[in-house]
C-alpha cells in the first residue's frame, strides 16, 4: 500500500493568494483527518470525516479555511486568502474504521510557507 | 475534556541505554492511549496502542509502554536505544465512545541520543 498521498510536499506563496493542499488516503478507510502543526500549537486537529462527510470542522481556525472530501479517496483543504500566519506543516491522515477508528495513518505533510 | 501532558520537552540518552518517556492523561474514564514517533521531515508512525486488556503493550521498534490507570499514565519504555531512536514522541489520547474518533495530542517529547 502506498500510504496516505499528500501534494505538493512544500508551497511558497504570498499573501493573499489561495492555496489548495490535496489528500489520497489509503484505500478501504472510511475517516480521513486533516492536522495543522506548528512549533507554537503543536499538533492541531482542523477537521475530520468520516464516509466523506464532515463530522467535526470546529478547529478549523476561520472562515478562510475550507476543506472538502467529494469521494472516498480524495480530500482538500483550501485556505483563501492566505495569510503569514497560515504558516505550518499540514497533515493528513486517515484510519480504517470499523472499530480500529483509532489507528490513525498520516501522510507526510504539506510544508506551507506564505510571505 | 481530555488532555495530555508530556512533562519532558527534550530528552538526551546515550546509545544503548535504557530510555522512559512520560505522558499523563486526563479523563473520566479510560480513553484509549496511542504513542506515536515523528522522524525529521516525517508523518506520524503509530508506535503502539492501549484499547483494553493487557496494560502493558508492545508496539513496533522494541518500544513498549504500560497503562497505570492509578497515575493517569502511559509511560513509553525501550530497554536499549539505537541511534535511529532519535526524534519527536507524541502521546495521544482518544475517547472510548462510539463515533467519536478525534485523538488529542501531547506537546511531544524530542529524544536525542547520543554516541
Known amino acids: 500500500d502506498a500510504g496516505v498521498i499528500q501534494s505538493p510536499r512544500h508551497e511558497v506563496t504570498e499573501m493573499g493568494q489561495e492555496v489548495t493542499l490535496r489528500c489520497k488516503p489509503i484505500s478501504g478507510h472510511n475517516s480521513l483527518f486533516w492536522y495543522r502543526q506548528t512549533m507554537m500549537r503543536g499538533l492541531e486537529l482542523l477537521i475530520y470525516f468520516n464516509n466523506n462527510v464532515p463530522i467535526d470542522d470546529s478547529g478549523m481556525p476561520e472562515d478562510r479555511f475550507s476543506a472538502k472530501m467529494p469521494n472516498a479517496s480524495f480530500s482538500t483543504l483550501k485556505i483563501q486568502p492566505s495569510e503569514p500566519r497560515d504558516s505550518a506543516v499540514y497533515f493528513c491522515a486517515s484510519s480504517p474504521g470499523q472499530g480500529r477508528s483509532y489507528e490513525q495513518y498520516f501522510g507526510p505533510g504539506t510544508r506551507l510557507t506564505v510571505t | 475534556a481530555q488532555s495530555v501532558t508530556q512533562p519532558d520537552i527534550h530528552i538526551t540518552v546515550s546509545e544503548g541505554a535504557s530510555l522512559e518517556l512520560r505522558c499523563n492523561y486526563s479523563?473520566?474514564?479510560?480513553?484509549?492511549l496511542f504513542w506515536y514517533v515523528q522522524s525529521p521531515g516525517q508523518g506520524l508512525q503509530l508506535l503502539l496502542k492501549y484499547f483494553s486488556g493487557d496494560t502493558l503493550v508492545q508496539g513496533i521498534k522494541g518500544f513498549e509502554a504500560e497503562f497505570k490507570r492509578s497515575q493517569s499514565s502511559f509511560n513509553l519504555r525501550k530497554p536499549s536505544v539505537h541511534w535511529s531512536d532519535a526524534a519527536e514522541y507524541f502521546c495521544?489520547?482518544?475517547?472510548?465512545?462510539?463515533?467519536?474518533?478525534?485523538?488529542?495530542f501531547g506537546t511531544g517529547t524530542r529524544l536525542t541520543i547520543i554516541p
Open positions: 479523563y473520566g474514564a479510560t480513553p484509549y
Open positions: 495521544a489520547v482518544g475517547l472510548s465512545n462510539f463515533g467519536n474518533e478525534k485523538l488529542t
